[in-house]
């Protein structure tokens, strides 16, 4: 086995969007996954000393993104920080936060639809509509992530924003505005330039020097592994898609054939298509407005090509572990799996990568024309 320590480089992002271009047996439908409530987030924050909770409603990894690098950056300021996901935790629990010395809660909410929350912070947003709760020893402030040009901006991160300080909450920083149609990147890293100096301020705490890194991790290739434990594509469980079983969600999604595809018009720039999935034996009951995804692949000649460039055989079998071992997510993508499993299925790689990214990744960049 050859061990290293990789960055990840590459504008990691499990592809999961609308896109009606795909082959047919890579369409799948999907149902809400159900929901557990049986961990505590404050046990666990007690129990690894950490003071500072980043929860992200995301639903492409922006979000997630963003709540992994404040959770990194408390580190900074002597604090210790960890992002969270809202469906994995319980977040009537937010009223004992008070319980930990100099506590805080960051919330990264994403919006879509109609001002709606993504799936993941659903059942948060449900809740919290109703919830009748003492949030006095709450500490918290949210960065919204949206887009301006739909008509209900950054509805879920204000909405949020606004119900938290009704419930007694006190907010420490001001709502930040995150615009997509802008620049995102730019938006947060602004904010957040604002938001740890006002922190220090509040908690009387100074700035230790230690710079943050974006996120480490060891890659390992594997040459004497079975090919039956390596992943192809699956999201969750490994052979999931050769042997499909119940319950089906947007982790484990169930592989619909598509039984009519027609194209609905002639001429002109748009393709119009009549598509029907056959959800036969998933238990999956459509309804109108139910929602179909799509998981797209990349393209393959392209993945070929980052292959060449990287001088790499693309059928190596590699794992990225994190190196952070109080991390929820071992792997950013499922491991053990062949660097063009995960360059087809697992990570973005027709979108430039972020500033941050960019700025990683130039220190590895010769010679010094591409650096710049
Ligand atoms: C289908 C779709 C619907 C969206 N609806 C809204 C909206 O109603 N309001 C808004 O402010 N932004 C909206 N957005 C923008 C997203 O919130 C924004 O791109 C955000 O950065 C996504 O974060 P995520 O990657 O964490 O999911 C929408 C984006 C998509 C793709």
Redesign the pocket.
Known sequence: MVHQVFVLSLFLDVAMGCVFSLPEDRLVTVDRAPTTRDTSFIDKMKKTGKNIVVF?????????EFSNRLAKDAHRYGMKGMAADPEEYDLSELSRMGEIDNSLAIFCL???????P?DNAQDFYDWLQEADADFSGLKYTVFA????T??????MGKYVDKRLEELGAQRIFDLGM?D?DGN?EEDFVSWREQFWPAVCEHFGVEATGEESSIRQYELKVHTDLNMNKVYTGELGRLKSFENQKPPFDSKNPFLAPVTVNRKLNKGGERHLMHLELDITGSKIRYESGDHVAVYPINDTAMVNKIGELLAVDLDTVISLNNLDEESNKKHPFPCPTTYRTALTHYLDITNSPRTNVLYELAQYATPNITKE
Request: proline share 0%; glycine share 20%; hydrophobic share 15%.
């Open positions: 992200y409603g995301s639903q492409t990894g922006t979000a997630e994403a919006t879509y639809g109609e001002g709606d993504t992530l949206g887009n301006k739909y008509e209900h901006y950054n509805a995150g997509d995102l």
